[in-house]
Every structure is written in C-alpha cells, then in structure tokens.
C-alpha cells in the first residue's frame, strides 16, 4: 500500500493515434472497455488495425492512453474552477463538488470513467491502474490539504469523509440512484465542515 505504483509509458499522438485515441475514448466509457475491440476502434477512428498496433502497441496502451487524457481533463477542469474559487478552504471543498457535478453533467453521464475502468480492469499489474488509483489518491490528497487548513487535527478524518461522500456520488451518479447525488453530497460536505 505504501509503494508507489510506477507512472505508466505513454505515446507521442499523431494525427492518426488522436482519431483513434478519441474514437476508442468514446466507445469504452459508451460501452465499457471490454467489449470495445481493435477492429472497432480502427473502423470508428477510420484508420487500418495495423495503424493502431503501430501507433500504441496494444490495447491495453490505448486504455492507459484514454484515461490519463481524461484524468489531466479533469485535473486542469477543477484546477480552473478552484482558481477562480479564492482562498476559503470551505468554499474550495465545495467547488470540488461543483465542479465534479458541472463535470458529470458535461462528460460523465455514465459515472466516473475511473470507476468504471477499475470495475473492468481486475489485473492490479494493467498498465493503467496507476491512473486510476492515482488518480483517487490525488483527489484524497486534495481533499486532505483543504481538510487541513479548516481544521488540522481533523484533517485525515475529514479528508476520507470527503473523499467518500465524493466517491459515493459519483457512483450513484452514474447508476441514477436518485436525482442529483452530487448536490446532496455537497450539502453534506457542506454539514460536515466546521
């Protein structure tokens, strides 16, 4: 648990792996990474299967490559926002949430695509498991940093609260539990703070 997971290879786009990298990223959060194949990624992408091997190798590449593009989407999409949120950590801890429901509204109708991708992907050893778990980590650490600077002696156990009420929006998000679960969360990240 404490290791670190190695950061996973990734490939320089050209214009033929960006069409299939954009083709394959919208058939596996559509229709799940398992039952997307090769030969509908390079049909989809309009470009030969002997193009997408040269390009990323394999498909389990074209995984890694789709959800460390989505991640750094994401990342510099609550970047923006938390910008523009100013130094309160409390008001900050809710953009998160905002922001997250401005994001699944926009691009994750189907849930978190890290989620997803983890429920798919049971090898620990993928490639893209760094990503996604880093991914989570990364947000727990934010989540941690603004826990922090409301309340330092609280911090870790505010952080994991955050961090699940987060999570558990994002997945019933994306299973229409009930009608918007992000703003409930937010309002009982909202209750939660001092």
Known sequence: ????????????????????????????????IHAVGVDLIAAEAGVTKKTLYDRFGSKEQI???????????????????LDAAGPDPRVRVLTVFD????????F?????????????????????????????????ELFTRLAAEIAPETADATARTLMLLHEGA???????VFPDAIAEAREQARALLP
């Open 108 to 140: 994750s109708p189907r849930g978190c695509s890290m989620v997803n991708a983890h429920a798919e992907i049971g090898d620990p050893a993928h490639p893209a498991r760094p990503i996604i778990t880093g991914q989570k980590r990364w947000m727990l």
């Open 170 to 176: 994002l997945v019933a998000h994306g299973l229409g």
């Open 1 to 32: 648990m404490g290791t670190t997971a190695p950061i996973p290879r990734r490939i320089t786009m050209t214009p033929a792996a960006r069409r299939a990298l954009t083709a394959a990223a919208r058939l596996f959060y559509e229709r799940g």
């Open 63 to 81: 995984v890694v490559e789709y959800l460390a593009e989505r991640d750094e989407r994401w990342r510099a999409f609550l970047a923006e926002r």
């Open 99 to 106: 922001a997250s429901r401005a994001w699944a509204r926009e």
